[in-house]
């Protein structure tokens, strides 16, 4: 899957921990400015807050764990995140 780089706008990017300064710079994460919803599917109930979304440019949409909102997000590019939203209305999965 692939995300433009017009969906990371604003995005604050960092350095794994895994990194270090002798060839091993293999991955940055990005930290994410984006107005998250709750899922319509989470509750108030213990234990059921469990999903938030964000929409980002370009149709890509972020998905992460509500109770841990620091943790990472996954990140899914428009068309993807378009199949899979047309999949589930089309009881496909």
Do not use: I
Not at 21 to 30: I, R, T, W, Y
Request: glycine share 16%; with cysteine; charged share 20%.
């Amino acid at each position: 899957m692939t995300v433009t780089a017009d969906a990371l706008t604003g995005a604050g990017w960092y350095k794994s921990s895994y990194s270090d300064g002798h060839g091993g710079n293999c991955v940055e994460s990005a930290r994410v400015n984006a107005d998250w919803f709750k899922s319509s599917y989470s509750n108030d109930t213990p234990g059921g807050d469990c999903v938030e979304g964000a929409r980002l440019a370009d149709g890509a949409m972020a998905l992460r764990d509500s109770k841990d909102p620091h943790s990472p997000a996954f990140v899914f590019g428009g068309g993807a995140w378009a199949a899979f939203v047309d999949a589930l209305n089309g009881g496909q999965l």
